[in-house]
Nanobody, 114 residues
Framework: QVQLVESGGGLVQPGGSLRLSCAASGFTFSLYTMSWYRQAPGKERELVAHITFGGSTNYADSVKGRFTISRDNTKNMVYLQMNSLKPEDTAVYYC????????WGQGTQVTVSS
């Protein structure tokens, strides 16, 4: 069955870095656009970044220049490198795979606090 499993979240100080990983299985990963979303308490889920099957990327304005999305089609993995983290980056981060139908992971908590 389809599975998306995020990892790498945690507590980090402002200005720090984290690398999120998402392991995908159960679908043809290389054909899917992969995305990272986040949802902060009391807020709607928002798109952070996505990468197409061809490798094109797009970022939310709030993370441009700080976050980098990448994928490894040989390992069915998608990553989000997060640098210069700010308290407002605190959220649950979700991985999503989409090609018509969308699949979601269960999320990983990122907390940016001193």
């Amino acid at each position: 069955q389809v599975q998306l499993v995020e990892s790498g979240g945690g507590l980090v100080q402002p200005g720090g870095s984290l690398r999120l990983s998402c392991a995908a299985s159960g679908f043809t990963f290389s054909l899917y656009t992969m995305s990272w979303y986040r949802q902060a308490p009391g807020k709607e889920r928002e798109l952070v970044a996505h990468i197409t099957f061809g490798g094109s990327t797009n970022y939310a304005d709030s993370v441009k220049g700080r976050f980098t999305i990448s994928r490894d089609n040989t390992k069915n993995m998608v990553y989000l490198q997060m640098n210069s983290l700010k308290p407002e980056d605190t959220a649950v981060y979700y991985c999503k795979g989409q090609r018509g139908i969308g699949y979601w992971g269960q999320g990983t908590q990122v907390t940016v606090s001193s």
